[in-house]
């Protein structure tokens, strides 16, 4: 079985400052890790996924994550937050390969003061 | 389509009507998932078809709860004998494999008074 921590339900940053939201992950096998970002009144829209290979994933908008097995951690950053940026953002986890059940994390409110 | 459709995108019942929510995913889509999202929470599994079959109906809340994709494109959502604990917003995903990324619909905000 797979889990998603996400570290704060809501998080605050100055447009310019680095945006970092937290994800922790739970998995008994390899895992799928994905990063979707959802704005008001909207689906959800895939930012970033983590399969394999390289362990820093870089997405759209200019987000990237980094996987790091040791930590079981998969945090996303970007350099400057942008107004556009304001959302929530979810943190998802499925077993490696094929078709497997994607678990997501209870998400993150971005805010971002002008 | 170029995206995941879901009609309707509202839809308030009242409790013990019947509701049916539609998805048509992308074109050649093989995968489509159900999740549920309540407020203020993260999306929960439903179930899960590939083409026509149901693999995985694990996440059914109840069996008031029942899913289709007779066709193996757009899959039928249906609800019966709603209950307020129903209300959430029910989305619908497709992927070519599954695993690596799904396409989510706008989402059908169901609200059962």
């Known amino acids: ?114 | 389509g170029a995206g995941v459709s879901q009609s309707p995108r509202y839809k308030v019942a009242k409790r013990g009507q019947d509701v049916a929510l539609r998805c048509d995913p992308i074109s050649g889509h093989v995968s489509l998932f159900w999740y549920q999202q309540a407020l203020g929470q993260g999306p929960e599994f439903l179930t899960y078809f590939q083409n026509e079959a149901q693999l995985d109906k694990s996440g059914l809340p109840s069996d008031r709860f029942f899913a289709e994709r007779p066709e193996g494109s757009v899959s039928t959502l249906k609800i019966q004998r709603t209950q307020q604990e129903d209300s959430a917003v029910y989305l619908c995903a497709s992927s070519f494999t599954g695993g690596e990324g799904y396409t989510f619909g706008s989402g059908t905000r169901l609200t059962v008074v």
């Open chain 1, 1 to 114: 079985a797979q889990s998603v921590t996400q570290l704060g339900s809501h998080v605050s940053v100055s447009e310019g400052a680095l945006v970092l939201l937290r994800c922790n992950y739970s998995s008994s096998v390899p895992p799928y890790l994905f990063w979707y970002v959802q704005y008001p009144n909207q689906g959800l829209q895939l930012l970033l996924k983590y399969t394999t290979g390289a362990t820093l994933v870089k997405g759209i908008n200019g987000f990237e994550a980094e996987f790091k097995k040791s930590e079981t951690s998969f945090h996303l950053t970007k350099p400057s937050a942008h107004m556009s940026d304001a959302a929530e953002y979810f943190c998802a986890v499925s077993a490696a390969g094929g078709y497997q059940k994607v678990t997501f994390g209870t998400g993150t409110k971005l805010q971002v003061i002008p």
